[in-house]
């Protein structure tokens, strides 16, 4: 729509809205473990530099960041929008601790197993990154300690705070396999330390992000989309815009709104079907179980399953293991022709080994 047109503001208001309920959510299922992770290599302190520009307003002018670390160093293998999110609530947590100003600084550095154990962690554990972050502000007694990770608990006055930022912290944290621990006096600021396993050879095993699962091939990447896809999705709102997504970028596409359906355009088609497109959860049959139908006369199709379910949920499906390439629901075009690309190439590398 035009820059000037009467109802370009509504909409704009329709989307602000919709992402202000679609944080609250987020905040809610990270705690309770239901976050639907997407997770590559990262460099913390590279991570952590770009994302200055976007602390700096959330603080005020009188309070100073500090970076003590340099992009280059270990890695680790996480979720990038995870991180940035904990980073976020932690530097508006040590702000409204530092009502007068202060310093806010982060440090990344690297530590052993036993570092990571004199943290509190029951038993050694392996090469870690060290993440901490340390406010010079009024600091919190024993009893707000053994608290600050309660959902819904807080020290502000009522209207002015829900208590879900420190516990949506702690709920990514764990959910990354990391440890986090706080440091804190009355007077004397506070330190909350993050551990991450660092990236040594092998990524941690997972529902893998349909992203990372081989190479892209979209028109994203300068080259036009080939390839057949057979989608299947019972709703229709979704079906609709992920076949009109996928045929503007040049794919061949075939639709569904079930697996009875699905099999029958498979049979019908004498073509390949390059890829399979399929929900999890479905009437009837589910993704699974479709994959498997589909693959007894088509060996060489690549699947992605899509689904609004939480990745935990999913795996004592029949048929749906830890290798599954997966699209978490909801998404973007971008995020969509990002997947679709990745598993065109990996199933047509696939086909010609």
């Known amino acids: 729509m035009a820059d000037n047109d009467s109802v370009r503001h509504d909409l704009d208001q329709v989307i602000a809205s919709a992402d202000r309920a679609r944080g609250i959510t987020n905040k809610l299922l990270a705690f309770t473990r239901h976050h639907v992770f997407a997770p590559v290599p990262v460099d913390?302190?590279?991570?952590?530099?770009e994302m200055l520009p976007i602390l700096r307003p959330l603080l005020s002018e009188?309070?100073?960041?500090v970076l003590d670390a340099a992009p280059g160093g270990p890695s680790?293998?996480?979720?990038?929008?995870?991180?940035?999110?904990?980073?976020?609530?932690?530097?508006?947590?040590?702000?409204?601790?530092?009502?007068?100003?202060?310093?806010?600084?982060?440090?990344?550095?690297?530590?052993?197993?036993?570092?990571?154990?004199?943290?509190?962690?029951?038993?050694?554990?392996?090469?870690?990154?060290?993440?901490?972050?340390r406010d010079t502000g009024v600091g919190m007694d024993e009893t707000t300690m053994a608290r600050v990770f309660d959902?819904?608990?807080?020290?502000?006055?009522?209207?002015?705070?829900?208590?879900?930022?420190l516990s949506t912290v702690y709920g990514l944290v764990t959910q990354m396999d990391g440890d986090i621990q706080v440091e804190s006096a009355p007077g004397a600021g506070s330190t909350f330390t993050i551990t991450l396993p660092r990236i040594v050879?092998?990524?941690?095993?997972?529902?893998?992000?349909?992203?990372?699962?081989?190479?892209?091939?979209?028109?994203?990447d300068g080259d036009p989309a080939v390839g057949v896809v057979l989608m299947v999705e019972d709703e229709e709102s979704v079906r609709e815009f992920t076949g009109r997504v996928l045929v503007r970028a040049g794919y061949t596409l075939a639709s569904a709104g079930n697996a009875k359906e699905a099999l029958?355009?498979?049979?019908?088609?004498?073509?390949?079907?390059?890829?399979l497109l399929t929900d999890v959860v479905m009437p009837g049959m589910r993704g699974p179980a479709l994959a498997a139908r589909?693959?007894?006369?088509?060996?060489?199709?690549?699947?992605?399953?899509?689904?609004?379910?939480?990745?935990?949920?999913?795996?004592?499906?029949?048929?749906l293991d830890a290798e599954a390439a997966f699209l978490a629901k909801p998404f973007t075009a971008a995020a969509l022709l990002e997947a679709v690309g990745r598993g065109m190439g990996a199933a047509l590398a696939h086909r010609h080994e």
């Open 62 to 65: 009188d309070v100073t960041i």
């Open 294 to 319: 589909l693959r007894e006369s088509r060996p060489d199709i690549g699947v992605i399953f899509m689904s609004g379910y939480a990745p935990e949920a999913l795996p004592n499906l029949v048929g």
């Open 76 to 133: 680790v293998f996480i979720d990038p929008v995870a991180l940035e999110q904990i980073l976020v609530n932690l530097a508006v947590n040590a702000h409204d601790s530092m009502p007068r100003g202060g310093t806010l600084t982060i440090a990344i550095d690297e530590v052993d197993g036993y570092g990571r154990q004199a943290l509190g962690a029951a038993e050694p554990r392996p090469d870690s990154v060290r993440i901490r972050i």
């Open 201 to 220: 050879a092998e990524h941690p095993r997972s529902l893998r992000p349909a992203h990372d699962n081989g190479q892209a091939r979209s028109s994203s």
């Open 44 to 49: 913390p302190g590279r991570l952590v530099a």
């Open 151 to 165: 959902p819904f608990f807080t020290t502000k006055d009522l209207g002015k705070g829900t208590g879900l930022g």
């Open 264 to 275: 029958a355009v498979a049979a019908g088609m004498a073509g390949t079907i390059d890829l």
